[in-house]
């Protein structure tokens, strides 16, 4: 079956300008995660949803980063004003619902990179 | 959240098993231990998760130790495609489920 599709799969863009993230779970999937990949930081939590529903916002690393989900379905991830530091892979995945045993089924993410 | 601990590196022969060890001792009770792995230029995959009896699937087998402060993912017969980076986590739900990746195992798979 299909997995969790990202879109685009690269991006780059100019500091300052505003990006769009997108990520098409898993059919079915009612939770979805946002991680982010870079160089020295290694794989990072960003965001939860269970549905439409974001239950804790902690792990965006600062106010220019939002998310939203509609329809309990996709996903995007907004960065606005970008800097070179949010270079990185945006990482998307899905599960079931949100439990601690449950599997996240990733795709292969956006690669960002800020000029 | 509670740590894990893994070797930087291991290597291995096609065809043959690979154990990769990983150490949480500060696990607590509710905490389910999860391995995923990452091919280059690939987001990380599930392979299996388990939270106090052995667990066997179609891509490895996870060994957990009976005080539970450490676990053993069991590749059976290494392939050249299981090279890739292994992740041990502990997962306990609070509010966001989320996963807490180290830097984990480098697999190196020789022909």
């Known amino acids: 079956g299909a997995g969790v599709s990202q879109s685009p799969s690269n991006k780059v863009t100019e500091k300052g300008k505003d990006v769009e993230l997108r990520c098409d779970p898993i059919?079915?999937?009612?939770?979805l995660y946002w991680y982010r990949q870079s160089l020295g930081q290694g794989l990072e939590f960003l965001i939860y949803?269970?549905?439409?529903?974001?239950?804790?916002k902690s792990g965006l690393p600062s106010d220019r980063f939002s998310a939203e989900r509609t329809g309990g379905s996709v996903s995007t991830l907004t960065i606005q004003r970008t800097q070179q530091e949010d270079s990185a892979v945006y990482l998307c995945?899905?599960?079931?619902?949100?439990?601690?045993?449950?599997?996240?089924?990733f795709g292969d993410g956006t690669r960002l990179s800020i000029l | 959240d509670a740590k894990t601990t893994q070797p930087n590196s291991m290597e291995s022969n096609e065809e043959e098993p690979v154990h990769l060890p990983c150490n949480h001792s500060?696990?607590?009770?509710?905490?389910?231990i999860h391995w995923y792995r990452q091919l280059p230029s690939q987001g990380p995959e599930y392979v299996i998760h388990g939270l106090t009896s052995n667990v066997n699937n179609r891509m490895a087998s996870l060994a957990i130790a009976e005080d539970r402060k450490s676990s053993t993912l069991i590749l059976h017969r290494a392939t050249l495609r299981d090279a890739a980076v292994y992740y041990c986590?502990?997962?306990?739900?609070?509010?966001?489920?989320?996963?807490?990746f180290g830097k984990g195992t480098l697999l190196t798979v020789n022909p």
């Open positions: 949803f269970q549905g439409n529903s974001a239950p804790d």
């Open positions: 995945a899905s599960s079931l619902f949100g439990a601690p045993n449950q599997p996240q089924h």
């Open positions: 059919s079915g999937h009612t939770a």
């Open positions: 500060t696990i607590s009770g509710t905490d389910y």
């Open positions: 986590i502990l997962n306990s739900g609070g509010s966001n489920y989320k996963l807490t």
